[in-house]
């Protein structure tokens, strides 16, 4: 489980939480709660010669809406001297529970500005470890580890883990380090049988696995099998990815499997595969060598954002047929009638082909691929944004975007505008699904009554035609961050 929460600097409180479910063979399982805090978001005080932050949380955890577990506690902050440099802190706690379905509700309040909005947390999960089966724990994403010298709360099998609780690596980051523990290969492999931890990267979209990534390590059962290791991510491809650990018998037999999904922009490893297109001789040969009707489809498709009207039925004829060879033909005469004379057509594609990994990764929509998303969509149409103001929490709303371009260029018809903007909302917050319901682009949906679509459950004024927002949010933020975006 992953909540993210992040918006413009300064304008609200920033977090990162993630939850780990592990077990104690012969006792109760536990939860883990981890939180990442950043000292930026939040107001300081002067102690000694040094600055702190101080934050309030609040915690419950229901069954069947019956309170089963409750903690209040303030967190200080590491003292820092720069206040343009807080320090970034983090907190671990544990709860035994027995096995069952949850809700968790956490609060994050600034102790040093009561003016600040909380910002609330809510999200189910399930406890379910039993005896005669193979278990596992959560896959525990990991910033960094080191041998414990004192146990402590971030103490598991000897080192002291520090979780990484975002579930996107950026270019800076070139490893993926995890801890993982499976129960009971003792009782259903045998005491001290040897078996082996198998783990890889395959793609989320195809579920192929990816042959440079991936590398085992051999134990013997017992009631408790601990795995601490790392992948080398620095030359993984923008996308969206899978880390599977998988359990194998003597036979080479899969005993159990687990899989943790993650995202990865790497825009260096983007930009060499793109000079790699270019030492083809022709666009003719390198699509011409593409044998993968699969590929050959998402090829097709994701030409749909930056299509004319007939392009796009023919974008549509051709994913539908999945013929290898007209899709080959169409994917060519695209991209030499957009080159003319004047650039190379396998140039432009390597160029938009980078645009559209970068979509796969920012915007998908459930098992809809990042291109045929809104804001995918808008993304390819018109380029990337000047400003993208990001909305996780304003007060009773959706979760929200505003998109701003000084000057854009709709690729689809070769049209520039100055100064447009964009509004997405999230109404189905679990599945990262904005839809677009405002711009003053021409061709894009026009409506100015949009700020009613962001709010929860304030309708007030809705009735009346003339009312352009409703009433009661002199509060809210998104007037300004539409009339400011930053």
Same mark, same amino acid.
């Given at each position: ?82 206040? *343009?440099? @807080?320090?970034?802190? +983090? ?7 027995? /096995?069952?379905?949850? $809700? !968790? ?121 601990? *795995?601490? @290791?790392?992948?080398? +991510? ?7 990815? /899978?880390?599977?650990? $998988? !359990? ?239």
């Amino acid at each position: 489980m992953l909540i993210l929460l992040k918006t413009s600097t300064f304008s609200q409180i920033i977090s990162y939480f993630n939850t780990g479910a592990f077990n104690v063979p012969g006792q109760q399982p536990f939860l883990e709660t981890y939180l990442t805090l950043i000292g930026n978001s939040f107001s300081y005080k002067t102690v000694g010669t040094h600055y702190q932050n101080s934050v309030n949380i609040s915690l419950l955890i229901l069954k069947d809406s019956t309170i089963v577990k409750a903690n209040k506690y303030n967190l200080i902050s590491p003292a820092f001297d720069d206040t *343009l440099k @807080a320090a970034t802190f +983090i907190d671990n706690q544990r709860y035994s529970l027995p /096995n069952g379905i949850y $809700e !968790i509700q956490i609060t994050i309040s600034d102790n040093y500005n009561p003016k600040q909005k909380p910002v609330h947390l809510r999200q189910k999960f399930v406890m379910a470890f039993h005896s005669d089966q193979i278990e596992s724990s959560s896959i525990e994403v990991l910033e960094s580890y080191k041998k414990a010298t004192v146990i402590s709360g971030v103490t598991k099998s000897g080192f002291d883990l520090i979780p990484y609780n975002v579930n996107y690596f950026p270019e800076i980051q070139n490893d993926l380090l995890f801890y993982f523990e499976t129960y009971n290969t003792d009782t259903i492999l045998g005491k001290n049988t040897p078996f082996v931890f198998y783990y890889y990267i395959e793609g989320a979209d195809n579920l192929i696995k990816l042959n440079s990534y991936g590398a085992f390590k051999k134990q013997n059962a017992s009631k408790v099998n601990p *795995l601490l @290791a790392k992948l080398d +991510i620095s030359k993984l491809g923008s996308g969206n990815y /899978n880390l599977v650990i $998988e !359990i194998k018998d003597g036979k080479n037999i899969i005993q159990h499997q687990k899989k943790y999904f993650f995202q990865r922009l790497n825009k260096a490893v983007d930009i060499v595969a793109m000079y790699g297109f270019n030492e083809k001789k022709s666009i003719a040969e390198y699509f011409g060598s593409c044998d993968n009707a699969d590929t050959l489809k998402m090829f097709v498709e994701c030409l749909w954002p930056i299509s004319n009207g007939i392009d796009k039925e023919r974008v549509i004829n051709q994913a539908v047929k999945k013929d290898k060879d007209l899709m080959k033909k169409f994917i060519i005469d695209f991209w030499q009638r957009r080159a003319a004379d004047s650039v190379s057509p396998l140039k432009l594609w390597a160029e938009y082909y980078k645009n559209v990994q970068q979509v796969m990764v920012l915007f998908k929509c459930g098992k809809q691929p990042g291109y045929y998303t809104e804001r995918g969509r808008v993304y390819l149409q018109y380029g990337a944004p000047s400003q993208r103001s990001v909305q996780n929490a304003d007060l009773n709303t959706f979760p929200y975007e505003i998109w701003q371009y000084y000057r854009l260029n709709d690729r689809s018809n070769g049209q520039f505008f100055s100064n447009r903007k964009f509004v997405f909302v999230n109404k189905n917050i679990a599945d990262d699904c904005h839809t677009l319901i405002h711009s003053d682009t021409r061709g894009e949906i026009y409506n100015d009554r949009w700020r009613f679509e962001l709010t929860r459950r304030n309708n007030n004024g809705v009735a009346n035609p003339d009312n352009t927002a409703p009433v009661g949010t002199q509060y809210n933020q998104f007037d300004e961050i539409y009339s400011n975006p930053r």
